[in-house]
Structure formats: C-alpha cells, structure tokens
C-alpha cells in the first residue's frame, strides 16, 4: 500500500521524534495501539464480511446494538454506537429503506423514538454475525484465550475511567468551559 507504514516502522519513528521528550511512553503506546487496533480491525471486517451485506461499521453497530437491546431508544443507540444523534437519523434512514430496521414512537413519551429490527433485519444479523465473529477470532488469533480475556479486561478499564471520570477532568482541563466547537479540518474560505 503506497505511503502506508507499519506499526514498527510508526514506533521507531516516534520514537524517534520524541527523543528525549519527557513523556509517558508506555501510555502513548496503549492508546496509539488501541486507535490502530480499532482502525486495522475495522477496516477487516468491513472489507471481509460486511461490504458483501451492503453494511458499514457503523450500520452493522447500530443494527447490533438493536438486535441486542431489543427495542432500544434511539439516544441509547447513538450512545452505545458511538455516534452523534444526527449520523444516526441517517443511519437509521438507510437501513429502514432496506427493510431491515423500523422505527415506532415510545409508547408512554411521545418525544422518544424506539428502535426495532424487522424479521428481515433479525435474518441478516442471524446470517451476518456468525460470520463477524469468526473474523473477531481470525484477528485475535495470535492470542490465546487468556490473553484475549486479559486484553478485553484491560481495554474495559480504559473505557471505565473515561465513562466515569473524563467529564470531571474534561472540566478541570477548560476550566468548566463548554468544549469548543468541532472542526472539520478544513480551512474556512472567507
């Protein structure tokens, strides 16, 4: 792959550009592995066992989290998918057009929206997920077991501290100030 490193050749050269910067060196390795992880995993499953479905990652999580959760709200279901509310609607949209998904009002808040796959959505998540697990395997496979639960346990801690203490020290870092707008990354024209 043109202009694509390893994941040695990334750390030797951080390594190198860090030098002697004091920094806390075996933290950075974590989260710049669980980022790659992510990323390398991702990527995998979404050309191996997902495209040939019509699925995306993130239309895969969300048909997931409602086959798991069963009539799940949608603001769980961003929650839990790790997307805003609005990349949702058009998440949701999409796999509702394809029949695989519908969407009913809450039956005491007429505010909420529920989610719920259909027996078609129910039979590609019965037909998909086999197969996505053998690739969760197939990605672990230079792991044991115990180090698969080691690592799982490992990574849930991580996810603990930022569920549980990332907004007091979101807070403390800006001084109680609202986070600034994102930004695309693009320069504005103006």
Same mark, same amino acid.
């Given at each position: 792959?043109?202009?694509?490193?390893?994941?040695?050749?990334?750390?030797?050269?951080?390594?190198?550009?860090?030098?002697?910067?004091?920094?806390?060196?075996?933290?950075?390795?974590?989260?710049?592995?669980?980022?790659?992880?992510?990323?390398?995993?991702?990527?995998?499953?979404?050309?191996?066992?997902?495209?040939?479905?019509?699925?995306?990652?993130?239309?895969?999580?969300?048909?997931?989290?409602?086959?798991?959760?069963?009539?799940?709200?949608?603001?769980?279901?961003?929650? !839990?998918?790790?997307?805003?509310?609005?990349? #949702?609607?058009? /998440?949701?949209?999409?796999? &509702?057009?394809? %029949?695989?998904? @519908? +969407?009913?009002?809450?039956?005491?808040?007429?505010?909420?929206?529920?989610?719920?796959?259909?027996?078609?959505?129910?039979?590609?998540?019965?037909?998909?997920?086999?197969?996505?697990?053998?690739?969760?395997?197939?990605?672990?496979?230079?792991?044991?077991?115990? !180090?698969?639960?080691?690592?799982?346990?490992? #990574?849930?801690? /991580?996810?603990?501290?930022? &569920?549980?203490? %990332?907004?007091? @020290? +979101?807070?403390?870092?800006?001084?109680?100030?609202?986070?600034?707008?994102?930004?695309?990354?693009?320069?504005?024209?103006?």
């Amino acid at each position: 792959m043109p202009g694509h490193r390893s994941i040695t050749e990334a750390e030797k050269l951080a390594e190198a550009r860090l030098g002697d910067v004091r920094i806390h060196r075996e933290q950075m390795a974590a989260v710049a592995n669980i980022y790659r992880a992510a990323a390398a995993v991702r990527q995998h499953l979404e050309n191996s066992v997902l495209r040939e479905s019509g699925l995306t990652w993130t239309a895969f999580v969300v048909l997931w989290v409602v086959w798991i959760w069963g009539e799940p709200e949608t603001r769980h279901v961003a929650e !839990e998918a790790g997307i805003s509310k609005g990349t #949702l609607t058009g /998440v949701a949209r999409t796999l &509702e057009s394809r %029949g695989l998904l @519908r +969407r009913a009002d809450h039956p005491t808040d007429g505010r909420l929206v529920l989610l719920m796959l259909t027996p078609q959505g129910e039979e590609l998540m019965e037909r998909v997920f086999p197969r996505f697990n053998e690739e969760e395997a197939f990605v672990t496979s230079r792991l044991s077991a115990a !180090e698969c639960r080691t690592l799982a346990e490992g #990574l849930r801690r /991580v996810v603990l501290q930022v &569920e549980e203490e %990332g907004e007091e @020290r +979101r807070l403390s870092l800006l001084d109680g100030a609202p986070p600034p707008p994102r930004r695309s990354g693009r320069r504005s024209h103006g």
